[in-house]
Protein backbone atom coordinates (compact mmCIF):
# COMPACT_ATOMS: atom_id res chain seq x y z
CA UNK A 1 0.00 0.00 0.00
CA UNK A 2 2.95 2.68 0.74
CA UNK A 3 4.84 1.78 -2.39
CA UNK A 4 1.27 2.45 -4.54
CA UNK A 5 1.28 5.56 -2.64
CA UNK A 6 4.63 6.69 -3.14
CA UNK A 7 4.40 6.04 -6.57
CA UNK A 8 1.17 8.09 -6.61
CA UNK A 9 2.83 10.76 -5.43
CA UNK A 10 5.94 10.50 -7.72
CA UNK A 11 3.88 10.49 -10.51
CA UNK A 12 1.99 13.51 -9.64
CA UNK A 13 5.44 15.30 -8.68
CA UNK A 14 6.36 14.37 -12.54
CA UNK A 15 2.82 15.82 -13.98
CA UNK A 16 3.56 19.13 -11.54
CA UNK A 17 7.19 19.69 -13.37
CA UNK A 18 5.40 19.68 -16.58
CA UNK A 19 2.24 21.53 -15.87
CA UNK A 20 1.89 24.80 -14.87
CA UNK A 21 -1.88 24.42 -13.44
CA UNK A 22 -4.10 22.06 -12.24
CA UNK A 23 -6.02 22.26 -15.49
CA UNK A 24 -2.78 21.40 -17.39
CA UNK A 25 -2.63 18.00 -14.85
CA UNK A 26 -6.32 17.31 -15.83
CA UNK A 27 -5.46 17.43 -19.34
CA UNK A 28 -3.11 15.42 -19.60
CA UNK A 29 -4.58 12.77 -17.61
CA UNK A 30 -7.13 12.38 -20.33
CA UNK A 31 -5.36 10.19 -22.24
CA UNK A 32 -4.29 10.87 -25.91
CA UNK A 33 -5.87 13.59 -27.49
CA UNK A 34 -5.66 15.52 -31.12
CA UNK A 35 -6.60 19.21 -31.88
CA UNK A 36 -6.35 21.59 -35.10
CA UNK A 37 -6.76 25.49 -35.25
CA UNK A 38 -9.09 27.17 -35.84
CA UNK A 39 -11.82 24.69 -36.69
CA UNK A 40 -12.74 26.67 -40.21
CA UNK A 41 -10.94 28.71 -42.75
CA UNK A 42 -10.92 30.41 -46.08
CA UNK A 43 -8.40 29.38 -48.93
CA UNK A 44 -4.70 29.66 -47.52
CA UNK A 45 -5.29 29.15 -43.83
CA UNK A 46 -2.93 27.56 -42.25
CA UNK A 47 -4.78 24.57 -40.07
CA UNK A 48 -2.71 23.82 -36.87
CA UNK A 49 -2.76 20.36 -35.57
CA UNK A 50 -1.33 19.03 -31.88
CA UNK A 51 -1.41 15.66 -30.48
CA UNK A 52 -0.71 14.71 -26.74
CA UNK A 53 0.20 11.14 -25.85
CA UNK A 54 -1.31 9.34 -23.65
CA UNK A 55 1.06 9.67 -20.26
CA UNK A 56 -0.31 6.09 -18.80
CA UNK A 57 1.06 4.26 -22.40
CA UNK A 58 4.38 3.32 -22.79
CA UNK A 59 6.02 5.79 -24.47
CA UNK A 60 9.25 5.51 -26.65
CA UNK A 61 10.55 9.18 -27.47
CA UNK A 62 9.17 9.38 -31.17
CA UNK A 63 10.85 12.35 -33.28
CA UNK A 64 7.55 12.38 -35.30
CA UNK A 65 4.37 10.77 -36.11
CA UNK A 66 1.96 11.25 -39.34
CA UNK A 67 -1.70 11.77 -39.04
CA UNK A 68 -3.94 10.87 -41.80
CA UNK A 69 -6.41 14.23 -43.49
CA UNK A 70 -8.98 13.02 -45.16
CA UNK A 71 -11.44 15.04 -47.59
CA UNK A 72 -14.45 13.15 -49.46
CA UNK A 73 -13.10 15.24 -52.61
CA UNK A 74 -9.07 14.45 -52.71
CA UNK A 75 -7.17 11.05 -52.20
CA UNK A 76 -5.74 10.88 -48.21
CA UNK A 77 -2.98 13.15 -47.46
CA UNK A 78 -0.42 12.20 -44.91
CA UNK A 79 1.32 15.00 -42.53
CA UNK A 80 3.50 14.88 -40.02
CA UNK A 81 3.51 15.95 -36.57
CA UNK A 82 6.99 16.95 -34.73
CA UNK A 83 8.12 16.48 -31.02
CA UNK A 84 11.61 17.83 -31.42
CA UNK A 85 11.12 21.72 -29.65
CA UNK A 86 11.38 23.33 -33.56
CA UNK A 87 7.59 22.78 -35.45
CA UNK A 88 5.84 24.88 -32.85
CA UNK A 89 5.92 22.41 -30.26
CA UNK A 90 7.57 24.20 -26.80
CA UNK A 91 9.58 20.84 -25.58
CA UNK A 92 11.41 18.07 -27.58
CA UNK A 93 10.54 14.70 -26.58
CA UNK A 94 7.50 15.76 -24.05
CA UNK A 95 4.75 13.80 -26.21
CA UNK A 96 2.85 16.47 -27.52
CA UNK A 97 3.95 16.74 -31.42
CA UNK A 98 2.88 19.81 -33.41
CA UNK A 99 2.10 20.03 -37.58
CA UNK A 100 0.92 22.31 -39.45
CA UNK A 101 -1.26 22.25 -42.89
CA UNK A 102 -1.58 24.77 -45.43
CA UNK A 103 -5.01 25.05 -47.28
CA UNK A 104 -3.89 26.96 -50.44
CA UNK A 105 -5.44 25.73 -53.58
CA UNK A 106 -7.21 22.69 -51.58
CA UNK A 107 -11.00 22.26 -52.23
CA UNK A 108 -13.62 23.68 -49.84
CA UNK A 109 -15.52 21.11 -47.54
CA UNK A 110 -15.11 19.04 -44.39
CA UNK A 111 -12.19 17.83 -43.53
CA UNK A 112 -11.20 14.86 -40.84
CA UNK A 113 -7.96 14.88 -39.81
CA UNK A 114 -7.25 11.04 -37.74
CA UNK A 115 -4.85 10.94 -35.09
CA UNK A 116 -3.78 7.43 -34.09
CA UNK A 117 -4.28 7.02 -30.32
CA UNK A 118 -0.95 4.58 -29.89
CA UNK A 119 1.58 5.22 -32.08
CA UNK A 120 4.35 2.56 -29.89
CA UNK A 121 2.35 -0.66 -30.93
CA UNK A 122 2.20 -1.41 -34.30
CA UNK A 123 -1.84 -0.83 -34.07
CA UNK A 124 -3.10 2.33 -34.29
CA UNK A 125 -5.69 2.12 -31.55
CA UNK A 126 -8.53 3.77 -31.32
CA UNK A 127 -8.81 6.37 -34.02
CA UNK A 128 -8.95 10.24 -32.85
CA UNK A 129 -10.83 12.05 -35.26
CA UNK A 130 -11.22 15.98 -35.51
CA UNK A 131 -13.10 18.24 -38.06
CA UNK A 132 -11.97 21.37 -39.49
CA UNK A 133 -13.67 23.34 -42.57
CA UNK A 134 -12.05 25.07 -45.41
CA UNK A 135 -14.48 27.35 -46.99
CA UNK A 136 -14.10 30.99 -48.31
CA UNK A 137 -18.04 31.51 -47.64
CA UNK A 138 -18.83 29.50 -44.48
CA UNK A 139 -18.00 32.08 -41.51
CA UNK A 140 -18.70 31.85 -37.51
CA UNK A 141 -21.48 33.91 -36.63
CA UNK A 142 -20.23 34.58 -32.91
CA UNK A 143 -15.97 34.99 -32.10
CA UNK A 144 -15.09 31.52 -30.85
CA UNK A 145 -18.59 30.50 -29.92
CA UNK A 146 -18.64 27.38 -32.16
CA UNK A 147 -17.04 23.91 -31.60
CA UNK A 148 -17.50 21.57 -34.67
CA UNK A 149 -15.97 18.86 -32.81
CA UNK A 150 -18.85 18.51 -29.82
CA UNK A 151 -22.03 17.23 -30.42
CA UNK A 152 -24.31 20.38 -31.38
CA UNK A 153 -26.67 21.44 -33.88
CA UNK A 154 -25.94 23.72 -36.33
CA UNK A 155 -27.80 26.38 -37.80
CA UNK A 156 -26.52 28.11 -40.82
CA UNK A 157 -28.30 31.89 -42.04
CA UNK A 158 -28.11 32.24 -45.93
CA UNK A 159 -29.37 35.40 -47.83
CA UNK A 160 -31.44 35.40 -50.94
CA UNK A 161 -31.67 38.72 -52.89
CA UNK A 162 -31.10 40.99 -50.04
CA UNK A 163 -30.28 44.41 -51.23
CA UNK A 164 -27.22 44.45 -48.25
CA UNK A 165 -23.91 43.63 -49.52
CA UNK A 166 -20.51 42.51 -47.97
CA UNK A 167 -19.85 40.38 -45.02
CA UNK A 168 -20.16 42.43 -42.27
CA UNK A 169 -23.98 43.33 -42.76
CA UNK A 170 -24.57 40.09 -43.43
CA UNK A 171 -23.19 38.97 -39.99
CA UNK A 172 -24.78 41.74 -38.71
CA UNK A 173 -28.29 41.01 -39.87
CA UNK A 174 -27.63 37.21 -38.83
CA UNK A 175 -27.00 38.08 -35.14
CA UNK A 176 -29.87 40.08 -35.18
CA UNK A 177 -32.07 37.44 -36.19
CA UNK A 178 -30.51 35.05 -33.49
CA UNK A 179 -30.04 36.93 -30.88
CA UNK A 180 -31.84 40.20 -30.96
CA UNK A 181 -35.67 41.42 -29.89
CA UNK A 182 -37.13 38.26 -29.77
CA UNK A 183 -34.26 35.91 -31.20
CA UNK A 184 -34.00 32.79 -30.58
CA UNK A 185 -31.44 33.01 -27.91
CA UNK A 186 -33.78 35.04 -26.24
CA UNK A 187 -36.00 32.54 -25.73
CA UNK A 188 -36.23 29.03 -23.69
CA UNK A 189 -34.61 26.52 -23.83
CA UNK A 190 -32.27 28.18 -26.42
CA UNK A 191 -31.18 30.71 -24.02
CA UNK A 192 -29.58 28.35 -21.29
CA UNK A 193 -28.82 26.59 -24.14
CA UNK A 194 -26.84 28.09 -26.26
CA UNK A 195 -23.63 25.54 -26.45
CA UNK A 196 -25.70 23.13 -27.93
CA UNK A 197 -25.70 25.13 -30.94
CA UNK A 198 -23.27 26.28 -33.71
CA UNK A 199 -23.94 29.33 -35.30
CA UNK A 200 -22.28 30.31 -39.12
CA UNK A 201 -23.69 32.82 -41.69
CA UNK A 202 -22.73 31.89 -45.49
CA UNK A 203 -20.91 34.78 -46.75
CA UNK A 204 -22.64 35.14 -50.36
CA UNK A 205 -25.74 36.22 -51.40
CA UNK A 206 -28.04 34.53 -53.38
CA UNK A 207 -30.29 35.32 -56.00
CA UNK A 208 -33.48 34.26 -57.46
CA UNK A 209 -34.92 36.11 -60.59
CA UNK A 210 -38.24 34.23 -61.29
CA UNK A 211 -40.83 34.18 -58.19
CA UNK A 212 -44.77 34.64 -57.39
CA UNK A 213 -45.57 37.16 -54.32
CA UNK A 214 -48.26 37.35 -52.49
CA UNK A 215 -49.38 35.94 -48.59
CA UNK A 216 -50.40 32.57 -50.40
CA UNK A 217 -47.25 32.13 -51.65
CA UNK A 218 -44.52 29.65 -49.53
CA UNK A 219 -40.98 31.11 -50.74
CA UNK A 220 -40.84 27.43 -52.84
CA UNK A 221 -38.22 29.32 -55.76
CA UNK A 222 -35.87 29.81 -52.92
CA UNK A 223 -35.36 26.18 -52.13
CA UNK A 224 -32.78 25.20 -54.59
CA UNK A 225 -30.51 28.28 -54.08
CA UNK A 226 -31.07 27.82 -50.64
CA UNK A 227 -29.72 24.32 -50.69
CA UNK A 228 -26.71 25.71 -52.65
CA UNK A 229 -25.55 28.40 -49.99
CA UNK A 230 -26.22 26.11 -47.03
CA UNK A 231 -23.57 23.22 -48.72
CA UNK A 232 -20.88 26.03 -48.30
CA UNK A 233 -21.25 25.39 -44.95
CA UNK A 234 -21.01 21.61 -45.16
CA UNK A 235 -21.81 20.20 -41.53
CA UNK A 236 -24.84 16.96 -40.97
CA UNK A 237 -27.10 17.89 -38.15
CA UNK A 238 -28.28 21.33 -39.72
CA UNK A 239 -30.75 23.62 -39.67
CA UNK A 240 -30.70 26.52 -42.25
CA UNK A 241 -32.13 29.73 -41.95
CA UNK A 242 -32.42 31.21 -45.45
CA UNK A 243 -33.38 34.87 -45.61
CA UNK A 244 -35.33 35.55 -48.12
CA UNK A 245 -36.22 39.06 -49.60
CA UNK A 246 -39.34 38.64 -50.77
CA UNK A 247 -43.37 38.71 -49.92
CA UNK A 248 -44.34 35.66 -49.24
CA UNK A 249 -45.70 33.28 -46.09
CA UNK A 250 -42.61 32.53 -44.19
CA UNK A 251 -42.53 29.10 -43.57
CA UNK A 252 -40.58 25.78 -42.13
CA UNK A 253 -40.06 23.10 -44.41
CA UNK A 254 -37.79 19.81 -43.17
CA UNK A 255 -34.99 21.44 -41.35
CA UNK A 256 -35.27 24.40 -43.51
CA UNK A 257 -36.87 27.87 -42.41
CA UNK A 258 -37.79 30.61 -45.35
CA UNK A 259 -37.92 33.75 -43.80
CA UNK A 260 -39.92 36.20 -45.96
CA UNK A 261 -38.35 39.27 -44.73
CA UNK A 262 -37.86 43.49 -45.94
CA UNK A 263 -34.79 45.30 -45.12
CA UNK A 264 -36.72 47.77 -43.12
CA UNK A 265 -38.43 45.40 -40.62
CA UNK A 266 -35.72 43.45 -39.80
CA UNK A 267 -36.26 43.26 -36.19
CA UNK A 268 -40.06 42.56 -36.55
CA UNK A 269 -39.39 39.36 -37.88
CA UNK A 270 -37.56 38.05 -35.31
CA UNK A 271 -40.35 36.53 -33.37
CA UNK A 272 -41.06 35.13 -36.79
CA UNK A 273 -37.73 33.37 -37.45
CA UNK A 274 -38.41 31.92 -33.10
CA UNK A 275 -41.36 30.86 -34.16
CA UNK A 276 -40.47 29.15 -37.36
CA UNK A 277 -37.03 27.15 -35.58
CA UNK A 278 -39.97 25.72 -33.35
CA UNK A 279 -41.70 24.03 -36.65
CA UNK A 280 -38.13 23.05 -38.19
CA UNK A 281 -36.08 22.19 -34.96
CA UNK A 282 -38.77 20.82 -32.43
CA UNK A 283 -41.82 19.59 -35.33
CA UNK A 284 -43.87 22.13 -33.22
CA UNK A 285 -47.24 22.35 -34.28
CA UNK A 286 -49.02 26.24 -35.20
CA UNK A 287 -51.68 26.27 -32.14
CA UNK A 288 -54.01 28.98 -34.16
CA UNK A 289 -56.55 27.96 -36.58
CA UNK A 290 -58.00 29.42 -39.62
CA UNK A 291 -60.12 28.92 -42.88
CA UNK A 292 -57.91 26.04 -44.27
CA UNK A 293 -58.48 23.76 -41.31
CA UNK A 294 -62.48 24.46 -40.62
CA UNK A 295 -63.29 21.16 -39.76
CA UNK A 296 -63.51 19.48 -36.41
CA UNK A 297 -60.96 16.18 -36.52
CA UNK A 298 -61.99 13.13 -35.43
CA UNK A 299 -61.04 10.58 -32.41
CA UNK A 300 -58.94 8.34 -34.91
CA UNK A 301 -57.65 10.63 -36.75
CA UNK A 302 -56.47 12.74 -33.98
CA UNK A 303 -54.79 9.31 -32.65
CA UNK A 304 -53.17 9.39 -35.97
CA UNK A 305 -52.05 13.17 -35.76
CA UNK A 306 -48.41 13.53 -35.37
CA UNK A 307 -46.66 13.41 -31.16
CA UNK A 308 -46.26 16.95 -31.61
CA UNK A 309 -49.69 18.06 -32.16
CA UNK A 310 -50.66 15.37 -29.31
CA UNK A 311 -47.95 17.13 -26.90
CA UNK A 312 -49.43 20.67 -27.73
CA UNK A 313 -53.30 20.15 -28.05
CA UNK A 314 -56.02 18.07 -26.13
CA UNK A 315 -59.29 16.02 -28.49
CA UNK A 316 -62.76 17.06 -27.18
CA UNK A 317 -65.81 15.95 -28.78
CA UNK A 318 -67.73 18.85 -26.78
CA UNK A 319 -65.88 21.93 -28.33
CA UNK A 320 -67.25 23.72 -31.18
CA UNK A 321 -66.74 27.18 -32.12
CA UNK A 322 -67.44 30.62 -33.97
CA UNK A 323 -66.23 30.89 -37.29
CA UNK A 324 -65.08 34.69 -38.20
CA UNK A 325 -63.75 36.41 -41.14
CA UNK A 326 -61.52 39.02 -40.55
CA UNK A 327 -60.25 41.09 -43.45
CA UNK A 328 -62.45 40.09 -46.19
CA UNK A 329 -60.96 40.75 -49.94
CA UNK A 330 -57.23 41.37 -48.95
CA UNK A 331 -54.40 38.62 -49.37
CA UNK A 332 -54.34 38.30 -45.12
CA UNK A 333 -58.28 36.74 -45.41
CA UNK A 334 -58.48 34.08 -43.12
CA UNK A 335 -61.35 32.76 -40.89
CA UNK A 336 -60.42 32.65 -37.19
CA UNK A 337 -62.34 30.49 -34.61
CA UNK A 338 -63.54 32.53 -31.86
CA UNK A 339 -64.33 30.69 -27.89
CA UNK A 340 -64.18 32.35 -25.06
CA UNK A 341 -62.19 31.30 -21.98
CA UNK A 342 -64.92 29.90 -19.69
CA UNK A 343 -67.47 28.91 -22.48
CA UNK A 344 -67.44 27.95 -26.68
CA UNK A 345 -69.76 28.26 -29.46
CA UNK A 346 -71.40 26.30 -31.74
CA UNK A 347 -71.90 27.62 -35.65
CA UNK A 348 -75.46 29.12 -34.90
CA UNK A 349 -73.99 31.49 -32.05
CA UNK A 350 -75.89 29.54 -29.17
CA UNK A 351 -73.56 29.59 -26.01
CA UNK A 352 -72.72 25.96 -24.76
CA UNK A 353 -70.79 25.82 -21.23
CA UNK A 354 -71.70 22.88 -19.74
CA UNK A 355 -69.70 21.06 -23.07
CA UNK A 356 -67.07 23.30 -22.53
CA UNK A 357 -66.66 22.63 -18.95
CA UNK A 358 -66.71 19.12 -19.37
CA UNK A 359 -64.04 19.16 -22.16
CA UNK A 360 -61.94 21.25 -19.72
CA UNK A 361 -62.48 19.22 -17.22
CA UNK A 362 -61.34 16.19 -19.07
CA UNK A 363 -58.71 17.96 -20.09
CA UNK A 364 -56.99 18.62 -16.83
CA UNK A 365 -57.09 15.01 -16.11
CA UNK A 366 -56.37 12.90 -19.59
CA UNK A 367 -53.48 14.68 -22.21
CA UNK A 368 -50.09 14.08 -22.45
CA UNK A 369 -49.06 17.36 -20.70
CA UNK A 370 -51.02 16.78 -17.85
CA UNK A 371 -47.51 16.86 -15.70
CA UNK A 372 -47.02 20.00 -16.36
CA UNK A 373 -50.05 21.96 -15.69
CA UNK A 374 -50.01 25.09 -13.17
CA UNK A 375 -45.97 25.57 -14.39
CA UNK A 376 -45.27 28.72 -16.11
CA UNK A 377 -46.84 30.96 -13.31
CA UNK A 378 -46.64 30.89 -9.48
CA UNK A 379 -46.57 27.63 -7.95
CA UNK A 380 -45.77 24.36 -9.69
CA UNK A 381 -48.64 21.79 -9.95
CA UNK A 382 -51.33 24.89 -9.22
CA UNK A 383 -52.87 27.04 -11.24
CA UNK A 384 -52.59 29.83 -9.34
CA UNK A 385 -52.54 33.06 -11.94
CA UNK A 386 -55.87 33.18 -13.43
CA UNK A 387 -56.64 36.61 -11.56
CA UNK A 388 -55.65 40.40 -12.51
CA UNK A 389 -53.51 42.01 -10.72
CA UNK A 390 -54.64 45.40 -8.90
CA UNK A 391 -53.61 47.61 -11.58
CA UNK A 392 -55.44 45.47 -14.51
CA UNK A 393 -52.70 43.52 -15.40
CA UNK A 394 -52.13 39.46 -15.51
CA UNK A 395 -48.82 38.33 -13.32
CA UNK A 396 -45.98 37.67 -15.32
CA UNK A 397 -46.12 34.17 -16.70
CA UNK A 398 -50.22 34.31 -17.28
CA UNK A 399 -50.27 33.55 -20.64
CA UNK A 400 -47.91 30.85 -20.86
CA UNK A 401 -49.21 28.96 -17.12
CA UNK A 402 -50.51 25.26 -18.34
CA UNK A 403 -53.70 24.88 -17.94
CA UNK A 404 -56.89 23.61 -20.09
CA UNK A 405 -58.06 26.96 -22.26
CA UNK A 406 -61.26 26.39 -24.07
CA UNK A 407 -59.93 27.97 -27.21
CA UNK A 408 -58.74 26.21 -30.25
CA UNK A 409 -55.82 25.58 -31.67
CA UNK A 410 -53.57 23.36 -33.95
CA UNK A 411 -55.52 24.16 -36.93
CA UNK A 412 -58.75 21.74 -35.88
CA UNK A 413 -62.04 23.47 -33.95
CA UNK A 414 -62.28 20.92 -31.55
CA UNK A 415 -58.58 20.41 -29.83
CA UNK A 416 -57.91 22.35 -26.51
CA UNK A 417 -55.23 24.62 -26.04
CA UNK A 418 -52.25 24.09 -23.05
CA UNK A 419 -52.27 28.20 -22.71
CA UNK A 420 -53.58 31.24 -23.83
CA UNK A 421 -50.92 32.40 -25.73
CA UNK A 422 -47.36 30.83 -26.55
CA UNK A 423 -45.21 31.72 -29.84
CA UNK A 424 -46.40 28.91 -31.71
CA UNK A 425 -49.79 30.51 -31.33
CA UNK A 426 -49.14 34.09 -31.28
CA UNK A 427 -45.71 35.29 -33.37
CA UNK A 428 -45.72 38.49 -32.06
CA UNK A 429 -42.53 40.43 -30.67
CA UNK A 430 -41.31 39.10 -27.13
CA UNK A 431 -40.65 42.20 -25.34
CA UNK A 432 -41.90 43.89 -22.63
CA UNK A 433 -45.24 45.39 -24.60
CA UNK A 434 -45.91 42.21 -25.86
CA UNK A 435 -48.23 39.51 -24.62
CA UNK A 436 -46.34 36.86 -25.74
CA UNK A 437 -43.52 35.73 -23.42
CA UNK A 438 -42.14 32.60 -24.83
CA UNK A 439 -42.71 28.74 -26.14
CA UNK A 440 -44.78 27.59 -22.82
CA UNK A 441 -43.57 25.03 -20.51
CA UNK A 442 -45.03 22.20 -22.52
CA UNK A 443 -43.33 23.06 -25.98
CA UNK A 444 -40.09 24.01 -23.97
CA UNK A 445 -40.03 20.55 -23.08
CA UNK A 446 -40.63 18.72 -26.30
CA UNK A 447 -38.09 21.15 -27.64
CA UNK A 448 -35.24 20.31 -24.53
CA UNK A 449 -36.08 16.65 -25.20
CA UNK A 450 -35.16 17.33 -29.05
CA UNK A 451 -31.86 18.88 -27.71
CA UNK A 452 -30.89 16.06 -25.49
CA UNK A 453 -31.49 13.39 -29.16
CA UNK A 454 -29.30 15.71 -31.20
CA UNK A 455 -26.47 16.69 -28.63
CA UNK A 456 -26.84 14.24 -25.88
CA UNK A 457 -27.46 16.52 -22.82
CA UNK A 458 -29.72 19.84 -22.08
CA UNK A 459 -28.59 22.75 -19.36
CA UNK A 460 -30.45 25.09 -18.15
CA UNK A 461 -34.42 25.44 -18.06
CA UNK A 462 -34.85 21.69 -18.90
CA UNK A 463 -33.26 20.63 -15.76
CA UNK A 464 -36.74 22.06 -14.99
CA UNK A 465 -39.31 20.43 -16.70
CA UNK A 466 -39.31 16.21 -16.02
CA UNK A 467 -37.95 15.34 -19.54
CA UNK A 468 -39.00 11.58 -18.99
CA UNK A 469 -42.54 12.78 -17.73
CA UNK A 470 -44.38 11.87 -14.52
CA UNK A 471 -46.68 9.10 -13.93
CA UNK A 472 -50.10 9.58 -14.17
CA UNK A 473 -51.37 11.37 -10.73
CA UNK A 474 -47.80 13.22 -10.37
CA UNK A 475 -46.97 16.28 -10.88
CA UNK A 476 -43.69 18.15 -12.29
CA UNK A 477 -42.40 20.48 -9.44
CA UNK A 478 -38.95 21.56 -9.58
CA UNK A 479 -38.00 19.41 -11.87
CA UNK A 480 -38.97 16.20 -9.55
CA UNK A 481 -42.14 13.93 -10.51
CA UNK A 482 -44.04 14.51 -7.27
CA UNK A 483 -47.41 13.21 -5.63
CA UNK A 484 -49.72 16.36 -6.22
Not at 77 to 86: A, C, I, K, P, R
Not at 125 to 137: D, E, L, V
Amino acid sequence: MRLVTVAAIFYIFILLSNATSIQAIVENMRGASGSVTPEIGVDGTIFEFKYTADPFQPRIPLRQINITIQNPATSDEQLFLYDDGTHGDTRPYDGVYYGAWDSIGKPDGLYTASFCSNYITSRCGTKINKKFIKSNQCKELFYKHNDINDRRVNVVVTFINYEQTGFFNRATLARQLIEGTSGLLRVEPFKSNKNKFNFFVVDENGAVSDYQTGERQFGREALNETARLSAKCPLENKITNAVVNWDFRSNARGPNIYLSIGNRYFDQYTAVNTHEFGHAFGGLADEYTEDRSNLSVTRDEYDHLSTAIKNQCFFSPNVQCLMETRNPGTNYNFSYLVCGENCTYITNGTAHCDAANTAVAQCQENPAWRDLIGKGCGRDGVVDCLNQTPNGRYPAGYYLEERCVSKPGCYYPNLIRHDVQNIMYNYDRIDSTSLVEGFGPINERTLCRKIKEKTGSTSGICNNLCLAGCTNGQKCISGRCQNG
